[in-house]
T-cell receptor, first 113, second 117 residues
Framework: DAKTTQPPSMDCAEGRAANLPCNHS???????VYWYRQIHSQGPQYIIH???NNETNEMASLIITEDRKSSTLILPHATLRDTAVYYC??????????????FGQGTELSVKP | DTGVSQNPRHKITKRGQNVTFRCDPI?????LYWYRQTLGQGPEFLTY????????KSRLLSDRFSAERPKGSFSTLEIQRTEQGDSAMYLC???????????????FGPGTRLTVL
């Protein structure tokens, strides 16, 4: 089963920041948090991942709480093309099994004009 | 970097027929994964290869399913005696993993959509 809980849907105005929350209260100390998104009928797209520290790349920022029980994905200036299902995933461990991704239901983000 | 490719993109078949899908991973990626996604659900893990070795199989992978990666490059997923419940998107992902590294990123292909009539 997925180790994460996300709201099923969210709306965001175009140009505004989209803040997508994720709860992972049972995360272990050596498990990473990954975010993927899936635009309709396409394969999932990697966004970002982190362990403890906040991370930023060209797509998004990832904020992980100090106790690591929750995180927030931030899309700083959402566009209509960011409309997608966003998945927060705790990477399966121990990793010597390859680290399969266990997807939950995700959050359906709708960016509106 | 040409990305992960999957063929065919769409497949319609009749119940009881066999189907085979192909996945070409990103060049030099040693790890390859298969997932299945039904409508409205997140992808579910099916199986995982490191090079040519199949190291893990999900309980979802019944005996009608078989996956191979004969030379550690492309992979095939075959479903025998298809059932209507097999209708889904079949996704392939690849990554470059080193030892027990925990941060290799899986890159997904566009998927093969299977419809069983």
């Amino acid at each position: 089963d997925a180790k994460t809980t996300q709201p099923p849907s969210m709306d965001c105005a175009e140009g505004r920041a989209a803040n997508l929350p994720c709860n992972h209260s049972t995360i272990s100390g050596n498990e990473y948090v990954y975010w993927y998104r899936q635009i309709h009928s396409q394969g999932p797209q990697y966004i970002i991942h982190g362990l403890k520290n906040n991370e930023t790349n060209e797509m998004a920022s990832l904020i992980i709480t100090e106790d690591r029980k929750s995180s927030t994905l931030i899309l700083p200036h959402a566009t209509l093309r960011d409309t997608a299902v966003y998945y927060c995933i705790v990477r399966d461990y121990p990793y010597n099994q390859g680290g399969k991704l266990i997807f939950g239901q995700g959050t359906e983000l709708s960016v509106k004009p | 970097d040409t990305g992960v490719s999957q063929n065919p993109r769409h497949k319609i078949t009749k119940r009881g027929q066999n189907v085979t899908f192909r996945c070409d991973p990103i060049s030099e990626h040693n790890r390859l994964y298969w997932y299945r996604q039904t409508l409205g659900q997140g992808p579910e893990f099916l199986t995982y290869f490191q090079n040519e070795a199949q190291l893990e199989k999900s309980r979802l992978l019944s005996d009608r399913f078989s996956a191979e990666r004969p030379k550690g490059s492309f992979s095939t997923l075959e479903i025998q005696r298809t059932e209507q419940g097999d209708s889904a998107m079949y996704l392939c992902a690849s990554s470059l993993g080193r030892g027990q590294e925990v941060t290799d990123t899986q890159y997904f292909g566009p998927g093969t959509r299977l419809t069983v009539l």
